[in-house]
């Protein structure tokens, strides 16, 4: 993959993350109130803090590792079946999906450390980065470190694109989309994680029978 590609895949896969509902979100909504639309942007600048490292580490702690077809292999298999059963996941909840812009409690952390912290202890989190995560690095690893580094960048752009929008929504008062508009983003978004995950079994399969 060439650049371009991979900072406009690795932009969509983050989108498309960062767009369903969790603790991240939760925590943007509740810190907007108290703080304003800065809140956004600050959470997900210690968002970007803590996968950097995990960048960092996987790109030069693991990747004599990684360089197994076997081990590259699995990797693919499992952050493509990850990919797939997200999406598949994603598009089952449509029909009751709502982007709910209120509530949530508030927290005594400044954002940035915050934002770092809720990362860290949600589960799925860690999955993502063990599965999918690790295996787009192997995609963009592929470009040397400026691929590592354009992948990394674009993930970062997806989280702080919709988070600040978020946070500018709330911040204001009102909504500027309805839930059928959010339903149809997510939608689209959904459909590009099964193919992204179809796409990873395959650079897999190819690493072990070229």
């Not at 509740?30 to 996987?58: D, K, N, Q």
Request: hydrophobic share 55%; charged share 10%; proline share 4%.
């Amino acid at each position: 993959m060439n650049l371009l590609a991979i900072a406009g895949t690795s932009f969509l896969l983050g989108f498309s993350g960062a767009m369903m509902p969790g603790p991240l979100l939760t925590l943007t909504i509740a810190e907007t109130v108290r703080r304003g639309a800065i809140a956004g942007p600050l959470l997900i600048f210690g968002h970007a803090l803590l996968e950097g490292v995990l960048v960092v580490a996987l790109f030069f702690g693991l990747a004599r590792w990684v360089e197994n077809p076997g081990v590259f292999l699995t990797i693919a298999l499992l952050g493509g079946g990850m990919l797939v059963w997200m999406g598949v996941g994603m598009l089952r909840q449509l029909p009751s999906l709502r982007l709910q812009l209120s509530g949530g409690e508030k927290t005594r952390l400044h954002p940035v450390p915050a934002g770092a912290l809720v990362s860290m202890a949600n589960p799925y989190f860690t999955l993502w980065w063990a599965t999918v995560g690790l295996g787009y690095l192997l995609v963009a690893r592929e470009a040397g470190a400026a691929g590592v580094l354009v992948f990394y960048l674009a993930h970062i752009a997806a989280d702080l694109v919709w988070y600040s929008f978020v946070s500018g929504t709330v911040n204001v008062g009102r909504r500027f989309i309805s839930d059928r508009v959010y339903r149809g983003m997510v939608a689209v978004c959904a459909v590009f994680l099964v193919g992204f995950g179809c796409y990873f079994g395959y650079c897999g399969l190819t690493q072990v029978n070229g």
